[in-house]
């Protein structure tokens, strides 16, 4: 088992498409393959964690050969590796792309090129979650902006122009603050490589100086911030996804943009000590930031007027809880990090794609101009319905359990953590109007299942047809499997997760 | 004395001479000529790769031929432009009324030219050489006469390259008033003996000074660029390829040699040039990448980015004319930004020249829809284009990553942070043209014929962005004795 395989049957399935052959077919069996092999690869993951020498620094089928040594350039290595943490966001990577590619039609025009783009974009996230070398970590994400800007720019809706452009100028330059970043702390901290694993280790023994970090800290916040969509570095956002066509934002929206969390929790918690001068500086700007992704942002989607715009906002709204799981510094909030992404992957992807098939169907995306659709689409209202209260965080779907782990962890540190009488207050404001959000989230959930499924169906929409077949349905029932599977038994994802965090927040400080 | 046999130099002038006496007494057809002039510059090219540097390099004519691992590197990638540059002019011939046969035959002049440039290790020598290059660029630069453009880019390339031309043997006459000599290591010799003291200072670096405005014309840095967007659009597309890939080199090169052969490290003319190099820089790339947006011709956008880019090169002479841990990283920067840019922008002006129409030429609405014309033009263009915006897989991430890195370990921080701004901007407009070329409506469904052999030559240099993007340990062979040889 090893996991360059999960890299190359994406890249065969493009090779196959480029050689003319069918090319929805291919997708969907190489999205498939892909999606059993990770399956495969986690039931091969050593739990116990135990056994020895499978394991090294705590990763497993660990594939290390030294990539790049340029003179004076730091040491690069191809260094790929599997923990608790990066393995779910795979499995959420095959899932959404498999859904992804199973549900974009044959007949899509220049479907060729759109199936070899979705995959390019899947392959560039698997990449980046799977590096553990900052040099592969950074361009395979960036390698995957270039299929979103023509996925968006080619079979977009409305604004697709600009909404294409602006979504790859404002990652672009997410990006390359990104990489300011890890040259500083590259360079900075003496190990002279690009590998993860060795920088952590490197300054496990000689921690980089106070002001480094405080330079390093504002890089890697607003680089990995703009990746995010953390307020106010979210205006790309909602208008990309709003024009992209659903299989792009899917992959973009459930899992491209998990990779700026993922970056944080793998790189920027274990490199810069969060007990130190600088975290505790720059932290209250992290409080203001996510309360106005919860807050500003969460009452913009209770605003909007368009069904796919809303889904837009919304999952940058949730982008929030994320970072106030990572603000929490707590073991179960970060685990609960780790479930959300998953969760809110699954649960954004499984939303863009309803809306996008609603918007295919009845050629319209104005909600007030919908209505009463659930008596003629039952499948699509339930499953609509499922995906809301997923992302609203019902008990049972997979999204309440990362968000209560989340709350768990911020109250865990308000009343555990190392405060003095009256300390904890600030960060207590903060959960309190946070969990506010559930309600804001819960209003326009709420209200767009309403206005679109049920009240009076309009005249024209009198013949609008379900999703009739196996096969259309398929997707969607993956999807949503998944998310029940996960709510029910979360512990398929948190305990590995919380198993690495320990071991990754344990060997950091 | 074994590299007086093998030193391209000689043998690219003995080609042109051949070819010219052939074309005016056997009267072979231009187009033969065109051929024996890409198979004598390819064999030529292998030649120079097998040749031998000696450890530390050697000197000949007490030190003004100097044949070190910069002298190669440079060399080597003079020789594969100029093999590019008349591969491309095959398909060019129709556009030029009369002499075509000249049209082959000069470049191989030019490279003779810039080759030298690279070995010279005196003033003097540089600046013969230089002429060779630059007189022979004023013909080719006007060789369409019946166009107007090219008349123009002609007359200005003339007036601003005798301009700068005339800086440069100025500051060599300050030099050479102060230190003696025009060698470059007597130069240094002297400087570093501390000779040059109080009132003969300043003098001395105003003689650096001109010489560096001098060769800022040649390498098109800001504010001595004005030339090259009208150039650049006038001239004949391969010439177009050749003066920003080439003719952009040599001023590097020789910028190299002034800065680390004569006046090396020695800290009181380093605090000049850095600061005029870092202006130099910043103004290059955010004057580049910034006028190229509301560029509508792509050969005049081409040459606002290529502006650009000298500001990204220039960060890499900085980190490798600097001194500490810098430097080796400064030479491996330099190298590989140059070989990601010869790449891309041979690939991109290839394209250019098949595409070239008559009326309103190179405008960009020309390439619309271009992908349902020919696919392996739009393709091979968006690959060019990728590759000088730094997005990978391609080699001009490689590139930019490690200038990037060199500003880092130089402790250039404004001019990273200028650099991510540019590098912003240059998206922009690099993916403007992907955009029209993949999405917008084509004026015109007629497909576009590619020649076999040019097809050939577009997917060699794609396939070259790729590889080298990706296994990048030939990178690695390629930019060692240029690195070394500046440590």
């Given at each position: 088992m090893t996991l360059l395989l999960l890299l190359l049957i994406p890249l065969a399935a493009i090779f196959l498409i480029m050689l003319r052959c069918p090319a929805k077919p291919v997708a969907v069996w190489g999205a498939a393959a892909n999606f059993v092999y990770s399956i495969v690869m986690m039931g091969g993951y050593d739990t116990t964690g135990s056994a020895g020498s499978k394991?090294?620094?705590?990763?497993?089928?660990?594939?290390?050969?030294?990539?790049?040594?340029?003179?004076?350039?730091?040491?690069?290595?191809f260094h790929l590796g599997l923990d608790g943490i990066n393995a779910p966001l795979v499995f959420l990577c095959t899932t959404v792309t498999l859904a992804a590619v199973s549900l974009t039609p044959a007949t899509i025009k220049r479907a060729p090129e759109f199936f070899i783009y979705v995959l390019l974009m899947s392959l560039g996230a698997l990449g980046a979650f799977l590096s553990l070398d900052l040099f592969f970590f950074f361009i395979f994400h960036e390698f995957a902006l270039i299929p979103t800007f023509l996925l968006i720019g080619i079979w977009g809706t409305q604004n697709r122009q600009f909404a294409s452009m602006q979504l790859t100028l404002y990652l672009t330059l997410g990006s390359l603050v990104l990489l300011g970043g890890i040259l500083a702390l590259v360079l900075w901290s003496g190990a002279n490589t690009f590998d993860i694993v060795d920088i952590q280790k490197q300054l496990a023994n000689t921690a980089l100086s106070e002001t480094d970090q405080f330079a390093i800290w504002p890089l890697l916040l607003v680089g990995f911030g703009i990746l995010i969509s953390l307020f106010p570095f979210h205006t790309w956002a909602p208008g990309g996804y709003a024009c992209a066509p659903?299989?792009?934002?899917?992959?973009?929206?459930?899992?491209?943009?998990?990779?700026?969390?993922?970056?944080?929790?793998?790189?920027?918690?274990?490199?810069?000590?969060?007990?130190?001068?600088?975290?505790?500086?720059?932290?209250?700007?992290?409080?203001?930031?996510?309360?106005?992704?919860?807050?500003?942002?969460g009452y913009t989607t209770v605003a909007q007027k368009e069904l796919p715009l809303m889904l837009g906002f919304s999952s940058v709204m949730h982008m929030g809880y994320m970072f106030l799981g990572i603000a929490t510094f707590d073991l179960i909030g970060l685990t609960g990090v780790v479930m959300l992404m998953?969760?809110?992957?699954?649960?954004?992807?499984?939303?863009?794609?309803?809306?996008?098939?609603?918007?295919?169907?009845?050629?319209?995306?104005?909600?007030?101009?919908?209505?009463?659709?659930?008596?003629?689409?039952?499948?699509?209202?339930?499953?609509?319905v499922l995906g809301s209260l997923a992302s609203v965080g019902m008990p049972g779907l997979a999204n309440f359990a990362g968000e209560i782990m989340i709350f768990f962890g911020a109250f865990n540190r308000i009343n555990f953590g190392a405060y003095e009488a009256g300390q904890a207050v600030p960060l207590m404001i903060v959960?309190?109007?946070?969990?506010?959000?559930?309600?804001?989230?819960?209003?326009?959930?709420?209200?767009?299942?309403?206005?679109?499924?049920?009240?009076?169906?309009?005249?024209?929409?009198?013949?609008?047809?379900?999703?009739?077949?196996?096969?259309?349905?398929?997707?969607?029932?993956?999807?949503?499997?998944?998310?029940?599977?996960?709510?029910?038994?979360?512990?398929?994802?948190?305990?590995?997760?919380?198993?690495?965090?320990?071991?990754?927040?344990?060997?950091?400080? | 004395m074994t590299v007086l046999f093998d030193a391209p130099e000689i043998w690219l002038t003995v080609l042109a001479c051949v070819l010219l006496l052939g074309e005016a007494f056997t009267g072979v057809r231009s187009r033969t000529i065109g051929q024996f002039a890409v198979v004598g510059t390819a064999v030529i090219f292998v030649v120079t790769l097998l040749s031998v540097v000696p450890p530390g390099g050697a000197t000949y004519w007490s030190g003004s031929y100097i044949w070190d691992g910069t002298a190669q590197f440079f060399k080597l990638f003079f020789i594969f432009t100029s093999l590019v540059v008349t591969w491309m002019s095959l398909t060019f011939e129709s556009q030029i009324d009369e002499n075509r046969a000249e049209f082959y035959v000069l470049p191989l002049l030019i490279t003779a030219g810039m080759c030298l440039l690279a070995s010279a290790g005196d003033f003097m020598l540089m600046f013969v050489a230089l002429e060779l290059v630059t007189i022979?660029?004023?013909?080719?630069?006007?060789?369409?006469?019946?166009?107007?453009?090219?008349?123009?880019?002609?007359?200005?390339?003339?007036?601003?390259?005798?301009?700068?031309?005339?800086f440069l043997v100025m500051g060599i006459a300050y030099v050479y008033g102060l230190t003696g000599s025009t060698n470059f290591s007597l130069v240094f010799g002297v400087i570093q003996a501390g000779e040059i003291t109080g009132p003969s200072v300043l003098p001395l670096a105003f003689g650096l000074l001109l010489v560096l405005v001098g060769i800022g014309f040649k390498i098109a840095?800001?504010?001595?660029?004005?030339?090259?967007?009208?150039?650049?659009q006038g001239a004949p597309t391969p010439i177009t390829a050749f003066l920003s890939v080439g003719s952009k080199a040599a001023g590097f090169v020789i910028l190299i040699r002034v800065l680390v052969d004569a006046f090396g490290l020695v800290q009181l003319y380093a605090n000049y040039w850095s600061l005029l190099l870092i202006i130099m820089a910043a103004a290059s790339m955010l004057l580049g990448n910034l006028a190229a947006i509301p560029q509508r011709n792509l050969k005049r956008m081409l040459a606002y980015s290529s502006i650009g880019h000298s500001g990204f090169v220039l960060i890499g002479v900085l980190a490798l004319a600097g001194s500490g841990p810098a430097r080796e990283l400064g030479g491996t920067a330099v190298g590989i930004y140059l070989i990601s840019y010869l790449i891309a922008s041979l690939l991109a002006f290839v394209i250019v020249a098949i595409v070239t129409q008559k009326e309103s030429p190179d405008a960009i609405h020309n390439y619309a829809g271009l992908w349902q014309r020919s696919p392996l033009l739009a393709g091979g263009l968006a690959v060019a284009l990728i590759s000088l915006a730094g997005i990978p897989p391609t080699v001009g991430f490689v590139g930019k990553l490690t200038i990037f890195t060199a500003a880092w370990e130089a402790n250039l921080y404004s001019l990273f942070w200028i650099g991510v701004a540019a590098a912003v901007a240059g998206f922009y407009y690099y993916l403007g043209v992907v955009k029209t070329m993949f999405w917008s409506k084509p004026l015109d469904?007629?497909?576009?014929?590619?020649?076999?052999?040019l097809r050939f030559l577009i997917l060699l240099l794609v396939v070259a962005t790729f590889v080298l993007g990706f296994f990048t340990t030939g990178l690695q062979v390629m930019v060692g004795d240029l690195v070394a040889a500046n440590l």
């Amino acid at each position: 088992m090893t996991l360059l395989l999960l890299l190359l049957i994406p890249l065969a399935a493009i090779f196959l498409i480029m050689l003319r052959c069918p090319a929805k077919p291919v997708a969907v069996w190489g999205a498939a393959a892909n999606f059993v092999y990770s399956i495969v690869m986690m039931g091969g993951y050593d739990t116990t964690g135990s056994a020895g020498s499978k394991i090294i620094d705590g990763y497993q089928f660990v594939i290390k050969y030294p990539w790049l040594d340029l003179p004076g350039l730091p040491l690069i290595s191809f260094h790929l590796g599997l923990d608790g943490i990066n393995a779910p966001l795979v499995f959420l990577c095959t899932t959404v792309t498999l859904a992804a590619v199973s549900l974009t039609p044959a007949t899509i025009k220049r479907a060729p090129e759109f199936f070899i783009y979705v995959l390019l974009m899947s392959l560039g996230a698997l990449g980046a979650f799977l590096s553990l070398d900052l040099f592969f970590f950074f361009i395979f994400h960036e390698f995957a902006l270039i299929p979103t800007f023509l996925l968006i720019g080619i079979w977009g809706t409305q604004n697709r122009q600009f909404a294409s452009m602006q979504l790859t100028l404002y990652l672009t330059l997410g990006s390359l603050v990104l990489l300011g970043g890890i040259l500083a702390l590259v360079l900075w901290s003496g190990a002279n490589t690009f590998d993860i694993v060795d920088i952590q280790k490197q300054l496990a023994n000689t921690a980089l100086s106070e002001t480094d970090q405080f330079a390093i800290w504002p890089l890697l916040l607003v680089g990995f911030g703009i990746l995010i969509s953390l307020f106010p570095f979210h205006t790309w956002a909602p208008g990309g996804y709003a024009c992209a066509p659903p299989a792009a934002a899917m992959m973009h929206a459930g899992v491209l943009k998990k990779f700026g969390i993922y970056g944080i929790l793998r790189v920027a918690m274990p490199c810069l000590d969060p007990s130190g001068a600088a975290w505790a500086y720059w932290e209250p700007w992290l409080w203001v930031l996510l309360l106005g992704n919860v807050l500003f942002v969460g009452y913009t989607t209770v605003a909007q007027k368009e069904l796919p715009l809303m889904l837009g906002f919304s999952s940058v709204m949730h982008m929030g809880y994320m970072f106030l799981g990572i603000a929490t510094f707590d073991l179960i909030g970060l685990t609960g990090v780790v479930m959300l992404m998953v969760a809110h992957g699954l649960s954004a992807a499984l939303l863009f794609a309803i809306a996008g098939e609603i918007q295919q169907r009845t050629g319209e995306n104005r909600m007030d101009q919908l209505g009463g659709l659930a008596k003629r689409m039952p499948f699509l209202a339930t499953a609509f319905v499922l995906g809301s209260l997923a992302s609203v965080g019902m008990p049972g779907l997979a999204n309440f359990a990362g968000e209560i782990m989340i709350f768990f962890g911020a109250f865990n540190r308000i009343n555990f953590g190392a405060y003095e009488a009256g300390q904890a207050v600030p960060l207590m404001i903060v959960v309190i109007l946070a969990i506010w959000g559930i309600v804001i989230s819960a209003i326009y959930s709420l209200r767009s299942i309403s206005k679109v499924f049920f009240g009076d169906l309009p005249e024209r929409y009198a013949e609008v047809r379900d999703l009739e077949t196996f096969q259309e349905r398929a997707p969607y029932i993956l999807l949503m499997a998944v998310l029940l599977l996960l709510g029910f038994v979360p512990s398929i994802i948190t305990s590995n997760a919380h198993q690495s965090l320990s071991l990754m927040l344990g060997g950091g400080s | 004395m074994t590299v007086l046999f093998d030193a391209p130099e000689i043998w690219l002038t003995v080609l042109a001479c051949v070819l010219l006496l052939g074309e005016a007494f056997t009267g072979v057809r231009s187009r033969t000529i065109g051929q024996f002039a890409v198979v004598g510059t390819a064999v030529i090219f292998v030649v120079t790769l097998l040749s031998v540097v000696p450890p530390g390099g050697a000197t000949y004519w007490s030190g003004s031929y100097i044949w070190d691992g910069t002298a190669q590197f440079f060399k080597l990638f003079f020789i594969f432009t100029s093999l590019v540059v008349t591969w491309m002019s095959l398909t060019f011939e129709s556009q030029i009324d009369e002499n075509r046969a000249e049209f082959y035959v000069l470049p191989l002049l030019i490279t003779a030219g810039m080759c030298l440039l690279a070995s010279a290790g005196d003033f003097m020598l540089m600046f013969v050489a230089l002429e060779l290059v630059t007189i022979t660029f004023y013909i080719l630069v006007a060789y369409q006469r019946q166009v107007r453009a090219s008349l123009e880019a002609g007359v200005k390339y003339l007036i601003l390259g005798g301009l700068s031309s005339a800086f440069l043997v100025m500051g060599i006459a300050y030099v050479y008033g102060l230190t003696g000599s025009t060698n470059f290591s007597l130069v240094f010799g002297v400087i570093q003996a501390g000779e040059i003291t109080g009132p003969s200072v300043l003098p001395l670096a105003f003689g650096l000074l001109l010489v560096l405005v001098g060769i800022g014309f040649k390498i098109a840095g800001v504010p001595f660029h004005i030339w090259a967007p009208d150039v650049y659009q006038g001239a004949p597309t391969p010439i177009t390829a050749f003066l920003s890939v080439g003719s952009k080199a040599a001023g590097f090169v020789i910028l190299i040699r002034v800065l680390v052969d004569a006046f090396g490290l020695v800290q009181l003319y380093a605090n000049y040039w850095s600061l005029l190099l870092i202006i130099m820089a910043a103004a290059s790339m955010l004057l580049g990448n910034l006028a190229a947006i509301p560029q509508r011709n792509l050969k005049r956008m081409l040459a606002y980015s290529s502006i650009g880019h000298s500001g990204f090169v220039l960060i890499g002479v900085l980190a490798l004319a600097g001194s500490g841990p810098a430097r080796e990283l400064g030479g491996t920067a330099v190298g590989i930004y140059l070989i990601s840019y010869l790449i891309a922008s041979l690939l991109a002006f290839v394209i250019v020249a098949i595409v070239t129409q008559k009326e309103s030429p190179d405008a960009i609405h020309n390439y619309a829809g271009l992908w349902q014309r020919s696919p392996l033009l739009a393709g091979g263009l968006a690959v060019a284009l990728i590759s000088l915006a730094g997005i990978p897989p391609t080699v001009g991430f490689v590139g930019k990553l490690t200038i990037f890195t060199a500003a880092w370990e130089a402790n250039l921080y404004s001019l990273f942070w200028i650099g991510v701004a540019a590098a912003v901007a240059g998206f922009y407009y690099y993916l403007g043209v992907v955009k029209t070329m993949f999405w917008s409506k084509p004026l015109d469904t007629e497909p576009i014929p590619v020649a076999p052999s040019l097809r050939f030559l577009i997917l060699l240099l794609v396939v070259a962005t790729f590889v080298l993007g990706f296994f990048t340990t030939g990178l690695q062979v390629m930019v060692g004795d240029l690195v070394a040889a500046n440590l």
